[in-house]
């Protein structure tokens, strides 16, 4: 009888250890979820706001760009704006980023020209591709191809070039969305992926260095924010194939910079004639590539700014 007793007492215990461990995982488990949920609806309230986040921190950028280049507008390798991670703290987040001049990209909307409703080709901007294809050994074959394929998408006729596509290859039962050529400059530079042959270098490295300004063909190098990276551009802006001597020129660019394109060329001995894009000793186009940081969220954002004069910055593309 003691004994049954005492098993039945060991019994009981075992079912007790065993309900408060169940209730115990349950609750684990409830907790989990309700946390889970808890962060879910944090980061949706998180994912809500971004935007304004972002909207106010673009503002408040703009006024801090404008402040500084006002002080020292010289954009070159010295402006600690350009050269510095740049870190502001706000009542309730913070925004931390890096300003970079995005003049050194070459703007695709170069190669053509829009003039009363008429499209032209640049042949000085073609060829300067054409070579700066080559420097990233794209072959001659794929670069006719490319080149010819986005300007046609830009061109106001729906005549192909030699290895382009118009309207009748856009547009074909076989073309699947069916699309038509811009016949405009472009507005942002994934507009480019619906061109085939862009395939060919999306994921080369050259692909970092193409860029779109929206409804511009404006493009100019600025000599003094050149960083050894923008080789390939320099070369094929002043004809110059040896990458080790292009390389030389960038780091033999006084930090300060060059006061007139004429110095620089001297100082290399280049002759203007040389030159396939405009080069320039400042800029006036800027990217800031940002994380806005919230509680443990953050929130990465590109914006494309442009300086129409000294008082007056705008946004150009949010990318
Ligand atoms: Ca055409």
Redesign the pocket.
Known sequence: MIMFFRKRKGFVLISTMLIVLMLSIIASEMSKAFFLDLRKEEYLSFDAIAFSKRLESEKFLLNFIKRELNKNPNVNKLNPIFNESLVFQFDDFSLEGLLSDHSNCFNINHLITFNGGQSKDNLKAIKYFEDLLSQYEISYTDADQII?QI??WM???????NN?A?NYYYSSLLHYPREY?SKRLFINKSELLAIPSINKIKNRDIWQKLCIIPMSSTFYININSLQDEDKHLLSSAISQPNLNEIALIIKETPTEGFATVEEFLQKFNLQETDLMIPLDISSDIFLFNGTLKYHDFSYNFKTLIKQENEFNYRILDRL
């Open positions: 010819d300007l046609d061109d106001v006729d729906d005549i192909p070039r382009g118009e050529t």
